[in-house]
């Protein structure tokens, strides 16, 4: 049996500096030792910088190589369901970034890759396991707001200089939308871990932009299989002064107001007044899920962000996005 988790991480980009990478060496019975990426220079440069005993420009050699025994998939959703598919037919498994696929039939792929394989297969969901947003659960499920009844999102902001010098993010074809699939992607996962699946969506779009063809704005019901209904709007070309980060949580006795990018604390207003509490993150922000992967790997605990759960934030988008069958 498997007493220590050896990661190779394919794609070691910028999310890999430091919101997830260091944190593989600080986890118990974890270590980080090979990495890849198709840029020499630079994947020896993070292999030197993080003392990475191992470095490839080729991800089957990672895959392959007898050194590693769990892959984290780092790369853009475009390449995700390749590489964790690869990974897990060779025994080994996989951490994937959000959102988990390019598309919902990919994450499915990849299900049923982890089934036919016995593979875990892990998605880096991590706000499912900071400590704000499980106070927030915590509150809920004790019914400090009595019985939930509808959600909103909104999340507003400007374009960002990269965005508008044709990142992958906006480029479907590599990101599976606009930015809405980088960012919208942990509201919905994060609803889900509140409140339950989301069983139906729909959702309006428009392009307001001359410098990418993706959707840019856009607004969306849903409904949990719960009964509690939600709305979203989201815009990412709009005047700074309309930036805007919020989650509201509507119950019989009381609402919770939360922002799921900026550390605002969590508002708990109820007849008693408003109560807030902090988020408290640590200093790598996966830190705290890749110690459950790595737990939920050697010890068989349930995984708090798996490809079950991930593929449904997925299917959401793509009622919302592309309008599929509900």
Not at 313 to 319: C, D, G, I
């Amino acid at each position: 049996m498997t007493k220590i988790i050896n990661w190779g991480i394919i794609g070691c980009g910028n999310v890999c500096e430091v919101k997830s990478g260091p944190a593989f060496n600080k986890v118990n019975h974890s270590n980080l030792v090979a990495v890849m990426r198709r840029n020499a220079e630079k994947v020896r440069d993070y292999a030197e910088r993080h003392k990475v005993a191992h470095f490839y420009t080729d991800a089957d050699q990672l895959i392959q190589s007898p050194q590693v025994n769990a892959i984290y998939v780092a790369t853009p959703p475009s390449t995700h369901a390749q590489y964790a598919i690869a990974a897990m037919r060779a025994g080994k498994p996989v951490y994937v970034e959000k959102p988990m696929a390019k598309n919902y039939a990919e994450c499915l792929a990849m299900n049923q890759v982890a089934k036919e394989t016995g593979m875990p297969l892990f998605v880096a969901y991590y706000r499912r396991t900071l400590p704000g947003f499980l106070k927030a659960k915590q509150l809920i499920d004790e019914n400090a707001i009595g019985r939930p009844l509808a959600a909103n999102l909104h999340l507003t902001r400007p374009a960002k200089e990269s965005e508008k010098n044709k990142s992958w993010r906006i480029d479907p074809s590599i990101a599976g939308g606009g930015i809405f699939y980088d960012l919208a992607s942990h509201q919905l996962d994060l609803l889900d871990f509140l409140l339950g699946p989301i069983t139906q969506a729909i959702g309006f779009t428009a392009n307001n932009n001359p410098w990418y063809e993706a959707e840019d704005t856009i607004s969306a019901s849903f409904k949990f299989a719960s009964g509690v209904v939600g709305s979203g709007t989201w815009s990412f070309v709009t005047h700074d002064k309309a930036t805007r980060d919020s989650i509201e949580l509507i119950g019989t006795q009381g609402s919770l107001r939360l922002s799921c990018f900026t550390p605002d604390p969590i508002q708990l207003i109820t007849d008693k007044g408003t109560t807030e509490f902090p988020y408290l993150n640590p200093e790598n922000i996966q830190y705290n899920l890749i110690k459950q992967v790595t737990e939920s790997i050697l010890q068989g605990k349930e995984a708090i962000s798996d490809g079950i759960s991930a593929a449904r934030t997925n299917r959401v988008m793509e009622q919302i996005i592309k309008s599929i069958d509900q």
